[in-house]
């Protein structure tokens, strides 16, 4: 199918296969906004329900402590409730 016909959701699943993606990756690689990445994302996720594939999500981890055991894997915090450091890398989403 050629990729001009394809959805910007089916062209977002393609990419997830190919590697790990964050929200915020995804909306700058497709010129949307973030919200709209993660609207994606979690439709795409109960379309793979019926398939093979599942939707990996890599947690957000804290860039200064390392902390990964955040309540909401798929968001990124605001903050490290373990250090308090605001420098959080977005959970990555991949299709495998």
Same mark, same amino acid.
């Given at each position: !199918? $050629?990729?001009? &016909?394809?959805?910007? +959701?089916?062209? #977002?699943?393609? $990419?997830? $296969?190919?590697?790990? !993606?964050?929200? *915020? %990756? #995804?909306? =700058?690689?497709?010129? /949307? ?5 993660? %609207?994606?994302?979690?439709? /795409? ?16 981890? @804290?860039? +200064? @402590? *390392? ?7 798929? =968001? +990124?915090?605001?903050? @490290?409730?373990? @250090?308090? &450091? ?8 991949? /299709? *495998?």
């Amino acid at each position: !199918m $050629r990729e001009a &016909s394809r959805t910007t +959701r089916q062209r #977002i699943a393609d $990419r997830l $296969r190919d590697e790990a !993606m964050a929200a *915020g %990756t #995804i909306a =700058n690689t497709f010129e /949307i906004q973030t919200s709209t990445a993660l %609207t994606h994302v979690e439709h /795409i996720a109960k379309s793979l329900d019926a398939t093979d594939e599942q939707l990996l999500v890599a947690p957000p981890e @804290c860039e +200064r @402590c *390392g902390f990964t055991d955040f309540d909401d894997l798929t =968001n +990124r915090p605001s903050r @490290c409730p373990e @250090c308090k &450091s605001e420098s959080v890398a977005e959970p990555a989403y991949r /299709i *495998g």
